[in-house]
C-alpha cells in the first residue's frame, strides 16, 4: 500500500515483446499452459509470488482480464453499515472489534440501521453492505431485523450482508434448520453475502491469528451452504501478516475447488493487511505496492473460474487500486460510504468517493468505468470526467 507508480496499460504492448518478457522471466511454460487453458497448479502459483519478474506477471494477468472483459471495469454506488463492533471473539489482526461494556463499543437498533439507510436517500445507492462483529446477546431475529430496517430504508436496495462467520452464528443461534434460516433470510429481504472473515484458509495462521473464530474448514463449509441455498457471494483473502507464500496460493486453490462445486462465487477481493491498532502492530507492517498488485495478478491467473477480480481501494489506496486494473483486477468497488474496519486499522483513505471521482480514477488508468449492480449486472457507463 505504499504509493504505487503511474498506472501500468499494456494494452499496446506488442505481442512478440510481450512473449519475449515473460520467457526472460522464466515464466513461458505457465504463459503457454494458461494460453491451453490449462489449470494451474500449487507449484505454477508459488512460482508466480516468488519471481522477482513482476511486470511479466501482471502482463498475464492483464491478457487473462482482457480477454474476459475488455476495458470495462465495474463499480458500484453503494454504502457501508457496520451494525455493531462488539465482539465475542479477539482476532489478532482486528482493530474493529469491542468488548461489551468497552466505552468504544457500539450497537445500532434496526430503527438505527434504517436511518442510516435513509440518510443516503439523496444519492442513487443500489447496495448496502453489512457486516459487524459477533454480538455475545444479540438473537436470531435481531440479524433478520437488521435486513428487514435495511429494507424498510430503502426498499429497492440490495442488501449484501454477514460474513460466514456472522452466517455459522446465525445458525447456530436459530433453534431451526438451515433450510429455514436461510429462508428467513431471504423473506427478510438479504440478496447476496460479502465473503469476509475468511483470512487465511489454512489451520497454521488460524491457530496463531485467530483460533477463536471459525477455521478453514468451517468456513469453506459455510460457504457451500449460502451457495447451495441460491445466495451469490464473494470471496476474500487477508494478505501481508504472518502467512507465507504456499499458504496464500492454498487459500486460493481451495476458493476454486468451492468454486467447482458451487459455482456461486461473484468476486475475489485481496484484502491487504492494515496493522495498526491491532495486536499484530509491532510484527505487521503496510504492505507494499509489489506485493499488492502480485495478490491481485496471482488471484486472476489461480482463480480460472471466477469470474470478477476486485481492486478493494480503501485498503489498496486509490493510486494501487488504479495500478491493479492492469494486473489482473476488473473492479475497484464503489462509494462505500462511512467504511468503519479498515480505518480503525489506520488506513489514511476517505471514507467515501463520489461516483464522479470513480469514474475519473477508472479513466485516468485507461479503462471505461461502468456501473453495475451487486450480481453484476450493467447499470450504465460513465464518460470520461476530469479532475
Known amino acids: 500500500m505504499t504509493a504505487s507508480p503511474a498506472a501500468h496499460n499494456y494494452a499496446h504492448l506488442d505481442e512478440t515483446l510481450a512473449k519475449k518478457l515473460i520467457q526472460q522471466a522464466g515464466l513461458g511454460d505457465i504463459d503457454q499452459r494458461i494460453a491451453n487453458g490449462t489449470r494451474l497448479s500449487l507449484e505454477d502459483g508459488i512460482r508466480l509470488y516468488e519471481t522477482p519478474h513482476l511486470a511479466a506477471v501482471g502482463l498475464m494477468a492483464h491478457r ?9 471495469t465495474y463499480f458500484n454506488i453503494n454504502q457501508h453499515v457496520n451494525y455493531t463492533n462488539i465482539c465475542i471473539y479477539s482476532c489478532k489482526f482486528c482493530a ?9 463499543g457500539y450497537l445500532m437498533t434496526p430503527e438505527v440501521v434504517e436511518q442510516k439507510v435513509r440518510e443516503q436517500l439523496h444519492r442513487p445507492v443500489t447496495e448496502v ?14 440479524y433478520l431485523d437488521v435486513v428487514r430496517a435495511a429494507k424498510r430504508g430503502r ?9 460466514m462467520v456472522e452466517i455459522e ?22 440478496g447476496s453475502c460479502p465473503g469476509g472473515g475468511a483470512e487465511v484458509l489454512v489451520d497454521r495462521v488460524h491457530k496463531a491469528v485467530f483460533r477463536e473464530k471459525m477455521g478453514p474448514d468451517r468456513w469453506l463449509m459455510a460457504a457451500r451452504k449460502v451457495q447451495r441455498h441460491g445466495f451469490k457471494m464473494n470471496a476474500t483473502m487477508l494478505y501481508g501478516h504472518i502467512e507465507r507464500v ?8 481451495k476458493l476454486r475447488e468451492v468454486q467447482d462445486e458451487c459455482g456461486g462465487f461473484m468476486a475475489f477481493i485481496p484484502l491487504a493487511f492494515w496493522p495498526y491498532h491491532t495486536d499484530l502492530a509491532n510484527f505487521g507492517h503496510v504492505t507494499t505496492g509489489n506485493l499488492d498488485l502480485r495478490s491481485i495478478a496471482v488471484a486472476r491467473l489461480m482463480l480460472d473460474n471466477f469470474p470478477h477480480v476486485k481492486a478493494y481501494w480503501v485498503m489498496l489506496t486509490q ?6 486494473l492492469s494486473f489482473g483486477a476488473n473492479d475497484i468497488d464503489g462509494t462505500v460510504t462511512e467504511e468503519k474496519i479498515t480505518h480503525e486499522a489506520g488506513t489514511t483513505e476517505p471514507q467515501a468517493l463520489g461516483v464522479d471521482q470513480i469514474a475519473h480514477l477508472i479513466n485516468e488508468a485507461g ?3 461502468v456501473q453495475r449492480t451487486t450480481i453484476y449486472e450493467e447499470i450504465g457507463e460513465r464518460q470520461a470526467t476530469h479532475a
Not at 129 to 142: E, F, Q, R
Not at 155 to 163: L, N, R, S, Y
Open 367 to 369: 479503462y471505461e468505468p
Open 155 to 163: 426498499p429497492d436496495i440490495h442488501v449484501k450482508a454477514f460474513t
Open 169 to 190: 452464528h446465525i445458525l447456530n443461534i436459530s433453534g431451526k434448520s438451515e433450510d429455514e434460516v436461510f429462508a428467513d433470510l431471504r423473506a427478510a429481504g438479504l
Open 246 to 253: 504456499d499458504e496464500r496460493v492454498q487459500h486460493l486453490i
Open 96 to 104: 474493529f472489534a469491542a468488548k461489551e461494556g468497552e466505552a468504544r
Open 64 to 72: 487473462v482480464r482482457t480477454s474476459r472483459h475488455g476495458r470495462k
Open 129 to 142: 453492505h453489512m457486516v459487524a462483529g459477533i454480538h455475545p446477546t444479540m438473537g436470531y431475529d435481531y
Open 319 to 324: 493510486e494501487s487500486a488504479q495500478t491493479a
